[in-house]
């Protein structure tokens, strides 16, 4: 069902060309069809037991019949994405090029298969020249090897056979730096997912990579080589702690996709300016991460996943720099987005966080929250909350757990934190070692000074700083590949935990 309903949706927020002859517009409205598909889409039918209460409740063979109707919508869907309208604003230059260029392709391979040969070929050669243009090297590849055969076997025309063949072999040669540099970006990146502590295998992998493939960033200039070749060597700097170079890095990506507008899509507008944001909020450039932060989300589609990542990162800029009042104005512009509240996982997670936050310096610092939050915050909801990604034990989880203590100590719930602190202590133990989660394992150790020392300022201070000093040792880790994501620094937010304390001693 999660297919079904996926591509239903799909042709629900889209428009389609030929609503007279296809689905939706083409099949009865009252048909079992129709019907099955608009209460996927409006929510009311979400399994195959609905299907059957819905259409088959008094019949025999149930499941047959249910699975039956199931294929049927999922044919009717598949033929109709091929009349999505791509004169739509969510389509850019060059994603209808791709959509295009991938269509015409199945319409070659369709119609020369049986045959029709003259309208394969005109196709054919329309269709290359888009192809070529925006560097879709398979699609390209696959064009001119029919080419090739066309003209070497049906009008043996040995000029144009010759241009295909060689045609076909650069393209070859394109798609195998192609493959291989998105194999070592994969290889790079999943290594890192399982390990998040770059260790020196990692950096000479990474600079090894970007040694073979940097120099034919010029010559080869396709979308799938270029964007992995940047990434890549973004990442070996980046596993460095060499954040200049990651700036420098990131502005040749962005300028080398200005130059060349065409291969540019909606990835490349976001991904480097991100890690542009990332490099200067580490260097402590706050006006110069905010300035591309904003700059990219100009950029990108308002309300869209690529513009709630980047305007989490400047959430984040905000914080480094302690900059309250506007971290608090974008998270007011943010969740007056229409798809905020649409948004699921780990990115509504993110924002989960950022509520918690901004809860807790506006009350720490004393700022009017009432725009924020509208007067409230659901405080108690946030406590219960255990986040998706807490299934793993370390990274968000981290933060929630941190999170929870800070929106207990601004209420003066000392119970509440007290009542946590066992569970923290084997948290810490049992998760927390001196790997990527230090910082993490040391400030949790610093929270747990809090009803050591009975919430006293001077007491907790004296006991959490044997920790701190230890944190200090430790560069801080904004997000990127380590477990942990610190979205203010540790020794930061220890300064707003202890303006909450005064000299009075609060028991259980």
């Not at 699609?139 to 063949?165: C, E, F, N, P």
């Not at 507008?269 to 110069?288: C, D, G, M, S, W």
């Not at 255990?386 to 209420?411: M, Y």
Request: with cysteine; hydrophobic share 35%.
């Amino acid at each position: 069902m999660n297919y079904l309903k996926e591509l239903a949706i799909f042709i629900s927020r889209n428009k389609i060309k030929q609503t007279n002859t296809m689905f939706p517009g083409g099949t009865n409205r009252k048909s079992k069809i129709f019907q099955l598909y608009q209460g996927i889409v409006d929510d009311h039918i979400k399994n195959d037991e609905d299907i059957q209460a819905t259409f088959f409740g008094d019949t025999d063979y149930q499941v047959t019949y249910t699975n039956r109707l199931k294929r049927k919508l999922r044919d009717r869907l598949m033929n109709t994405i091929f009349l999505i309208d791509l004169n739509q604003p969510q389509y850019n230059d060059f994603q209808k090029a791709y959509i295009t260029c991938q269509k015409n392709l199945a319409a070659i391979q369709i119609l020369g298969s049986q045959y029709v040969q003259k309208s394969a070929i005109e196709i054919a050669k329309n269709t290359l020249r888009q192809s070529r243009y925006y560097g879709f090297t398979e699609i390209t590849l696959s064009i001119a090897r029919y080419l090739h055969l066309y003209y070497g076997t049906v009008l043996r025309d040995q000029k144009k056979m010759a241009y295909y063949r060689d045609l076909t072999i650069e393209q070859g040669k394109v798609l195998q730096y192609e493959l291989k540099a998105e194999t070592y970006f994969m290889e790079l990146n999943l290594a890192l997912f399982k390990k998040a502590m770059a260790d020196d295998n990692y950096l000479q992998h990474a600079i090894d990579y970007s040694d073979e493939l940097w120099p034919l960033l010029g010559e080869i200039k396709t979308p799938k080589f270029n964007i992995f070749v940047f990434l890549f060597t973004l990442k070996y700097h980046e596993l460095r702690g060499d954040f200049s170079k990651m700036v420098n890095i990131s502005n040749e990506a962005i300028s080398f996709y200005q130059q060349n507008p065409q291969i540019a899509n909606i990835n490349t507008r976001y991904v480097f300016p991100l890690n542009k944001i990332v490099a200067h909020t580490q260097l402590r450039e706050f006006h110069h991460a905010e300035t591309t932060a904003i700059q990219a989300m100009q950029q990108v589609t308002e309300g869209t996943g690529p513009w709630f990542s980047l305007a989490h990162y400047l959430m984040t800029n905000y914080y480094h720099s302690e900059q309250f009042e506007k971290a608090i104005d974008l998270l007011i512009q943010m969740k007056a987005k229409k798809n905020f509240k649409k948004m699921t996982g780990s990115t509504r997670e993110q924002f989960r966080f950022h509520e918690a936050f901004l809860f807790f310096f506006t009350q720490t610092l004393g700022i009017n929250d009432k725009n924020l939050f509208g007067g409230k915050f659901k405080v108690q909801k946030f406590l219960n909350e255990v986040p998706t990604s807490s299934r793993d034990k370390q990274g968000a989880n981290t933060t929630i757990i941190v999170l929870q203590i800070l929106v207990c100590l601004v209420q003066n719930r000392y119970d509440d934190i007290i009542k946590r602190s066992d569970a923290l202590k084997t948290y810490t133990s049992r998760y927390l070692k001196k790997d990527e989660n230090f910082r993490s394992n040391c400030f949790i150790k610093m929270l747990l000074q809090l009803p050591a020392a009975n919430f006293h300022r001077n007491g907790v201070e004296r006991k959490a700083q044997r920790y701190q000093k230890e944190l200090l040792k430790q560069p801080i880790n904004l997000f990127r590949n380590g477990a942990e994501h610190e979205y203010m620094p540790y020794e930061v937010l220890w300064k707003y935990v202890l303006q909450n304390l005064d000299l009075t001693f609060h028991y259980a």
